[in-house]
């Protein structure tokens, strides 16, 4: 196939790959203060480090369907859906893990990054299905 519809997802994997290193590296300045973000256990500290992995775990499935999309015949409307899908859910999913950590009555904002990584998953399963 061509990979136009999923070249989005093969940049931004890398880029996320990037962007984890990056905010590691700030976070790993502050964690050796016992207290940062509450302390370890902390709510807030959580969903930091939950924000960090998420880099590279969404990294990880962009480029999965980056390579999957390359079994392909041909480029389909599901296709196009479930890449920006899975964009939105990496861009969003840190960042509903920052806002929710200083402001946890938010927490519906995660309807957000888990429906377009669903809706992303489901359209790539169904196309996988079809070939």
């Given at each position: ?6 070249r ?14 990056a ?7 502050n964690f050796h ?13 959580r969903?930091?480090r939950?924000a960090?992995?998420?880099f590279?775990?969404?990294?990880g ?5 980056y390579?999957t ?9 599901p ?5 920006w899908?899975f ?6 999913m840190p960042?509903?893990?920052f806002v ?7 927490r519906?904002?995660f309807l ?6 669903i ?6 399963l ?6």
């Amino acid at each position: 196939m061509n990979a136009s519809p999923a070249r989005i997802n093969l940049i931004l994997a890398w880029l996320w790959i990037v962007v984890g290193f990056a905010v590691g590296f700030c976070f790993g300045l502050n964690f050796h203060q016992e207290r940062w973000l509450g302390g370890y256990a902390s709510f807030r500290r959580r969903l930091y480090r939950l924000a960090h992995i998420s880099f590279f775990g969404l990294a990880g499935v962009n480029f999965l369907f980056y390579l999957t999309t390359r079994s392909f015949t041909h480029a389909s409307i599901p296709v196009t859906v479930a890449s920006w899908g899975f964009v939105l859910g990496a861009v969003s999913m840190p960042i509903c893990c920052f806002v929710l950590a200083h402001r946890p009555r938010f927490r519906a904002l995660f309807l957000v990054p888990v429906l377009s990584l669903i809706t992303g998953g489901m359209l790539t399963l169904w196309e996988v299905i079809q070939l």
